[in-house]
Structure formats: structure tokens, C-alpha cells
């Protein structure tokens, strides 16, 4: 696989405890490219088999084969590939660690029949996906981060804020998806990695709300501009 697999023209270094959901929504953003595209050309999903979106279950886990494929796709280190996953938090997350409970260890066991272990729901803290300041963080914003994803952790302990779960203009999951898509609305090119993937209620459209990304005044950005850059 990962010979008929080229490199990404340019790739992004990972952000600190960023989830492959939110690097690859970083990676799309880039590229002005649809995150389902980026998930085929990074060998994570087959081709012509992405009807459904992306599993959701490659967010906790890939084999070693989609592993060596999509740190050679996005020019990563196999360890830096591995620590967008959150099987890498089961070293401090005894639920995670699939040494501890051999049950759990498949990744599609995990994320649809466990739950509880990982939320199902995009959680988020709005200061950090704001960006840091630095340019890669303003024209793409901040880290979707791994650490949001167990159930316990209610709070950024970054920010010292509580994770907020639904946008803030359409009350919805910001990532909600049919059919259970790791990224919602994954065919869609061009929106802004803290920007709602929600559907509007009663439409196609998609809310496309800013406000993930408030300033550290606490006061909403402006609406972000999605540039192909
Ligand atoms: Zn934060
Ligand atoms: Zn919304």
C-alpha cells in the first residue's frame, strides 16, 4: 500500500496532542480539499469505499500497515503518526490500554461497543482552537486535542475552562455526522478547521459557525474566511 501511496506535496508538523481528527482537518484545510480525500491520499480510507465517511475507529487506533501508509502519505515519523491516535493516551488511561483489557483491542471494538470509554461527541476548549498566536495557528487554527476525548476529562487544563460540547449558534455537536463519520460532512472542501460541521435543523445547509474560535477576551472572532492556501 504504501508504495502505490505518494507523500503529500507538504505536509504540517503535528500540534501538541492534536487527534488525527483534527489534523486532518488542518491537512484538508491546507490543501482546500475535502478531509475524505485527504483520508484516501494518506491511505486511511480505500478508495471509492469512503460513502460512509470516515470510520470513526481510526481515531483510536490504525494497523501497522495504515500506520507505515500514512506516516509515508504525510511524511511523519511512525511516532509521530501514533501520537494523533488515542490509543497512545492508554499509558496514562487505563481504559485505553488495550494490554489492560485485551477485550477492548480492536479499534472498531473500542469506539462502537465501549462508548463510554471514548466520547462520541467533538468536545472542545475554544481558547485553544483559536491558535496559539504562531502563523500556522492563525490561518488554520488550533489543535482538535486528543486529551478531550475520554469521558473524565471535563476541563482545559491548558486554559483552566471547561470543555464545551455543542456550538455555541446552533446548539448541535459541531462534528455531528449520519452513519457515524470521524469528520462530519467530509466530501465538503473549503471549511475552516474551527468552524461547526453541524447540519442545519430542517436544511442541507451546514451552520458553518465561527464561534469554536473565541479571542483570549473571550469575545466571538469574526467569521473566519476559509482561503485555499
Ligand atoms: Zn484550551
Ligand atoms: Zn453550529
Redesign the pocket.
Do not use: M, V
Given at each position: 500500500m504504501t508504495g502505490r501511496l505518494r507523500p503529500l506535496p507538504r505536509s504540517l508538523d503535528p500540534l501538541e496532542d492534536e487527534s488525527i481528527h483534527g489534523y486532518l482537518l488542518r491537512l484538508a484545510h491546507q490543501f482546500g480539499a475535502a478531509p475524505l480525500e485527504i483520508a484516501v491520499r494518506t491511505g486511511l480510507v480505500v478508495q471509492g469505499r469512503g460513502r460512509n465517511g470516515i470510520p470513526v475507529r481510526l481515531l483510536h487506533d490504525l494497523d501497522e500497515q495504515q500506520l507505515g501508509a500514512f506516516a509515508h502519505a504525510t511524511r511523519l515519523t511512525h511516532d509521530e503518526a501514533r501520537g494523533l491516535l488515542t490509543a497512545s493516551l492508554g499509558e496514562r488511561y487505563g481504559p485505553l490500554n488495550a494490554r489492560l483489557l485485551a477485550e477492548f483491542r480492536t479499534p472498531t471494538r473500542m469506539t462502537h461497543n465501549n462508548r463510554w470509554i471514548l466520547t462520541k461527541a467533538a468536545r472542545y476548549?475554544p481558547?485553544?482552537l483559536s491558535g496559539d498566536g504562531t502563523e500556522i495557528e492563525q490561518r488554520h487554527g488550533g489543535p482538535w486535542r486528543r486529551s478531550w476525548r475520554p469521558p473524565p476529562v471535563f476541563a482545559?487544563l491548558?486554559?483552566q475552562?471547561p470543555l464545551l460540547y455543542g456550538c455555541l449558534r446552533c446548539g448541535q455537536d459541531t462534528n455531528i455526522a449520519r452513519g457515524g463519520s470521524l469528520i462530519s460532512r467530509a466530501s465538503e472542501a473549503g471549511l475552516h478547521p474551527a468552524r461547526c460541521r453541524a447540519t442545519l435543523p430542517g436544511t442541507r445547509a451546514v451552520c458553518g459557525a465561527a464561534w469554536l474560535a473565541v479571542r483570549r477576551t473571550g469575545v466571538p472572532t469574526r467569521p473566519l474566511r476559509s482561503p485555499r492556501c
Open positions: 476548549c481558547r485553544c482545559c491548558r486554559n475552562r
